[in-house]
Protein backbone atom coordinates (compact mmCIF):
# COMPACT_ATOMS: atom_id res chain seq x y z
CA UNK A 1 0.00 0.00 0.00
CA UNK A 2 1.36 3.44 -0.94
CA UNK A 3 1.61 5.89 2.22
CA UNK A 4 3.04 9.03 2.25
CA UNK A 5 3.49 10.00 6.20
CA UNK A 6 4.14 13.64 6.85
CA UNK A 7 5.78 15.46 9.74
CA UNK A 8 3.94 16.61 12.82
CA UNK A 9 2.75 20.14 13.46
CA UNK A 10 5.04 22.82 13.80
CA UNK A 11 4.80 26.59 15.29
CA UNK A 12 7.55 28.77 14.93
CA UNK A 13 8.57 32.61 14.96
CA UNK A 14 9.35 34.42 12.10
CA UNK A 15 12.87 34.57 10.97
CA UNK A 16 13.52 30.84 12.31
CA UNK A 17 14.29 28.09 10.28
CA UNK A 18 12.18 25.03 9.40
CA UNK A 19 11.84 21.67 7.36
CA UNK A 20 9.28 19.50 7.21
CA UNK A 21 9.28 16.06 5.81
CA UNK A 22 7.06 13.16 3.85
CA UNK A 23 7.90 9.75 4.27
CA UNK A 24 7.25 7.46 1.44
CA UNK A 25 6.46 3.69 1.52
CA UNK A 26 4.80 0.91 -0.37
CA UNK A 27 6.87 1.75 -3.68
CA UNK A 28 9.90 2.52 -5.26
CA UNK A 29 10.38 5.91 -3.71
CA UNK A 30 13.04 6.77 -6.35
CA UNK A 31 11.09 6.51 -9.55
CA UNK A 32 8.00 9.19 -8.61
CA UNK A 33 8.02 12.85 -8.36
CA UNK A 34 6.51 14.40 -5.27
CA UNK A 35 4.89 17.60 -5.28
CA UNK A 36 4.36 20.25 -2.30
CA UNK A 37 1.12 21.74 -1.84
CA UNK A 38 0.47 25.11 0.40
CA UNK A 39 -2.82 25.86 1.75
CA UNK A 40 -3.81 28.78 3.92
CA UNK A 41 -6.37 29.22 6.42
CA UNK A 42 -9.68 29.42 4.31
CA UNK A 43 -8.01 29.37 1.09
CA UNK A 44 -7.33 27.06 -2.02
CA UNK A 45 -4.70 25.06 -3.03
CA UNK A 46 -1.05 26.38 -4.08
CA UNK A 47 1.17 24.34 -5.84
CA UNK A 48 4.61 24.72 -4.64
CA UNK A 49 7.25 22.95 -6.22
CA UNK A 50 7.92 19.01 -7.08
CA UNK A 51 11.56 16.62 -6.89
CA UNK A 52 12.44 13.62 -9.03
CA UNK A 53 14.27 11.52 -5.60
CA UNK A 54 16.44 9.59 -7.97
CA UNK A 55 18.52 12.63 -8.83
CA UNK A 56 16.91 15.25 -6.94
CA UNK A 57 15.62 17.12 -9.94
CA UNK A 58 13.55 20.04 -8.19
CA UNK A 59 11.20 22.24 -10.11
CA UNK A 60 9.70 25.16 -8.01
CA UNK A 61 6.17 27.55 -8.82
CA UNK A 62 7.24 30.96 -9.82
CA UNK A 63 5.69 31.92 -6.73
CA UNK A 64 8.08 30.15 -4.51
CA UNK A 65 11.27 30.46 -6.50
CA UNK A 66 13.76 31.13 -3.53
CA UNK A 67 11.51 31.19 -0.73
CA UNK A 68 11.39 27.50 -0.04
CA UNK A 69 13.77 24.56 -0.67
CA UNK A 70 12.59 20.87 -1.71
CA UNK A 71 15.03 17.96 -1.39
CA UNK A 72 14.82 14.18 -1.14
CA UNK A 73 16.89 11.76 0.73
CA UNK A 74 16.41 8.33 -0.56
CA UNK A 75 17.98 6.26 1.97
CA UNK A 76 15.27 7.05 4.17
CA UNK A 77 12.41 7.42 0.92
CA UNK A 78 11.65 11.01 2.77
CA UNK A 79 10.73 14.12 1.08
CA UNK A 80 11.68 17.37 2.55
CA UNK A 81 10.07 21.60 2.26
CA UNK A 82 12.47 23.93 3.85
CA UNK A 83 12.69 27.45 5.19
CA UNK A 84 16.14 29.39 6.09
CA UNK A 85 13.81 32.51 8.00
CA UNK A 86 10.07 31.70 7.69
CA UNK A 87 7.42 34.83 7.68
CA UNK A 88 4.26 35.09 9.12
CA UNK A 89 2.34 34.56 5.81
CA UNK A 90 3.77 31.10 5.60
CA UNK A 91 1.07 29.58 8.21
CA UNK A 92 -0.34 27.42 6.32
CA UNK A 93 -1.11 23.59 5.94
CA UNK A 94 1.36 21.98 3.74
CA UNK A 95 0.69 18.71 1.71
CA UNK A 96 3.15 16.29 -0.41
CA UNK A 97 1.41 14.39 -2.93
CA UNK A 98 2.87 11.64 -5.67
CA UNK A 99 0.84 10.54 -8.54
CA UNK A 100 -0.74 7.28 -9.79
CA UNK A 101 -2.53 7.18 -12.80
CA UNK A 102 -1.92 9.79 -15.19
CA UNK A 103 1.41 11.51 -15.64
CA UNK A 104 0.46 14.53 -13.42
CA UNK A 105 -2.19 14.18 -11.16
CA UNK A 106 -1.62 13.75 -7.38
CA UNK A 107 -3.31 10.54 -6.59
CA UNK A 108 -1.85 9.77 -3.34
CA UNK A 109 -1.83 12.61 -0.04
CA UNK A 110 -0.05 12.76 2.96
CA UNK A 111 -1.97 13.84 6.11
CA UNK A 112 -0.17 17.10 5.88
CA UNK A 113 1.71 19.52 8.45
CA UNK A 114 0.19 22.33 9.58
CA UNK A 115 2.90 25.00 10.13
CA UNK A 116 1.88 27.77 12.51
CA UNK A 117 4.29 31.62 12.23
CA UNK A 118 3.52 33.40 14.93
CA UNK A 119 5.69 36.08 16.71
CA UNK B 1 1.24 31.38 -13.72
CA UNK B 2 -1.89 32.59 -12.24
CA UNK B 3 -4.65 30.26 -10.82
CA UNK B 4 -7.26 28.62 -12.78
CA UNK B 5 -10.72 30.47 -12.46
CA UNK B 6 -13.21 28.71 -10.93
CA UNK B 7 -16.89 29.80 -9.65
CA UNK B 8 -16.48 30.33 -5.74
CA UNK B 9 -20.06 28.09 -4.98
CA UNK B 10 -22.32 26.30 -6.63
CA UNK B 11 -25.48 24.53 -5.24
CA UNK B 12 -28.11 21.74 -6.23
CA UNK B 13 -30.83 19.19 -4.32
CA UNK B 14 -29.85 15.44 -3.53
CA UNK B 15 -30.32 13.70 -7.26
CA UNK B 16 -29.53 17.04 -9.32
CA UNK B 17 -26.63 17.97 -11.66
CA UNK B 18 -23.83 20.80 -11.10
CA UNK B 19 -21.18 21.87 -13.29
CA UNK B 20 -18.06 23.49 -12.07
CA UNK B 21 -16.29 25.21 -14.88
CA UNK B 22 -12.22 25.78 -14.68
CA UNK B 23 -10.81 28.71 -17.25
CA UNK B 24 -7.21 29.04 -17.95
CA UNK B 25 -5.53 29.98 -20.90
CA UNK B 26 -4.13 28.19 -24.42
CA UNK B 27 -0.84 27.89 -22.42
CA UNK B 28 -2.13 25.35 -20.28
CA UNK B 29 -5.42 24.28 -19.50
CA UNK B 30 -5.75 24.62 -23.40
CA UNK B 31 -2.42 23.42 -24.65
CA UNK B 32 -2.62 19.74 -22.25
CA UNK B 33 -5.02 17.35 -21.86
CA UNK B 34 -3.96 16.70 -18.14
CA UNK B 35 -6.83 18.53 -15.89
CA UNK B 36 -6.91 17.12 -12.73
CA UNK B 37 -10.20 17.40 -10.01
CA UNK B 38 -9.84 16.90 -6.37
CA UNK B 39 -12.64 16.64 -3.74
CA UNK B 40 -11.77 18.24 -0.37
CA UNK B 41 -13.80 18.00 3.04
CA UNK B 42 -13.29 20.09 5.98
CA UNK B 43 -10.27 19.32 7.82
CA UNK B 44 -9.01 16.47 5.01
CA UNK B 45 -6.56 16.17 2.54
CA UNK B 46 -7.73 16.24 -1.43
CA UNK B 47 -9.17 13.23 -2.73
CA UNK B 48 -8.26 12.90 -6.45
CA UNK B 49 -11.62 12.00 -8.66
CA UNK B 50 -10.46 13.10 -12.03
CA UNK B 51 -7.60 12.66 -14.18
CA UNK B 52 -6.59 13.46 -17.35
CA UNK B 53 -9.36 15.23 -18.08
CA UNK B 54 -12.09 12.49 -18.24
CA UNK B 55 -10.79 9.44 -16.51
CA UNK B 56 -12.19 8.08 -13.12
CA UNK B 57 -9.21 6.69 -10.45
CA UNK B 58 -10.69 3.35 -9.20
CA UNK B 59 -13.25 3.80 -6.45
CA UNK B 60 -14.63 7.20 -7.63
CA UNK B 61 -18.44 7.45 -8.08
CA UNK B 62 -19.29 7.13 -11.63
CA UNK B 63 -21.66 10.49 -11.06
CA UNK B 64 -18.22 12.09 -11.58
CA UNK B 65 -17.41 13.26 -15.35
CA UNK B 66 -14.95 15.73 -16.71
CA UNK B 67 -14.60 17.39 -19.71
CA UNK B 68 -12.68 20.15 -21.83
CA UNK B 69 -13.51 22.60 -24.60
CA UNK B 70 -10.75 24.57 -25.40
CA UNK B 71 -9.41 26.63 -22.62
CA UNK B 72 -12.08 25.73 -20.01
CA UNK B 73 -12.29 22.68 -18.07
CA UNK B 74 -15.61 21.36 -16.36
CA UNK B 75 -16.64 18.95 -13.53
CA UNK B 76 -19.83 17.52 -13.82
CA UNK B 77 -21.68 16.23 -10.73
CA UNK B 78 -24.61 14.24 -11.77
CA UNK B 79 -27.17 13.15 -8.98
CA UNK B 80 -26.14 15.06 -6.24
CA UNK B 81 -25.61 13.76 -2.46
CA UNK B 82 -25.18 14.89 0.68
CA UNK B 83 -21.57 13.52 0.78
CA UNK B 84 -20.66 15.55 -2.41
CA UNK B 85 -21.19 18.43 -0.44
CA UNK B 86 -17.28 19.50 -0.23
CA UNK B 87 -14.58 22.07 -2.18
CA UNK B 88 -13.48 20.99 -5.42
CA UNK B 89 -10.37 22.43 -7.74
CA UNK B 90 -8.92 21.80 -10.67
CA UNK B 91 -5.82 21.56 -11.85
CA UNK B 92 -3.29 21.35 -15.03
CA UNK B 93 0.19 20.69 -16.49
CA UNK B 94 1.49 23.90 -17.38
CA UNK B 95 4.57 22.79 -19.11
CA UNK B 96 7.88 22.37 -17.55
CA UNK B 97 6.77 19.87 -14.61
CA UNK B 98 4.99 23.08 -13.24
CA UNK B 99 1.25 22.64 -12.26
CA UNK B 100 -1.48 25.10 -11.41
CA UNK B 101 -4.32 24.92 -9.31
CA UNK B 102 -7.83 26.28 -9.32
CA UNK B 103 -9.72 28.94 -7.29
CA UNK B 104 -11.78 26.17 -5.62
CA UNK B 105 -15.26 25.69 -6.00
CA UNK B 106 -17.65 25.27 -2.68
CA UNK B 107 -20.53 22.71 -3.56
CA UNK B 108 -23.77 22.66 -1.37
CA UNK B 109 -26.49 20.55 -1.21
CA UNK B 110 -29.54 22.25 -0.52
Known amino acids: EVQLVQSGAEVKKPGESLKISCKGSGYSFASYWIGWVRQRPGEGLEWVGI????????RYSPSFQGQVTVSADTSVTTAYLQWDSLKASDTAMYYC????????????WGQGTLVTVSA | QSALTQPRSVSGSPGQSVTISCTGT?????????VSWYQQHPGKAPRLIIYDVINRPSGVPDRFSGSKSGSTASLTISGLQAEDEADYYC??????????FGTGTKVAVL
Open chain 1, 51 to 58: IYPHDSDA
Open chain 2, 91 to 100: CTYAGNYARV
Open chain 2, 26 to 34: SSNVGRYNY
Open chain 1, 97 to 108: ARRAYGAYDFAY
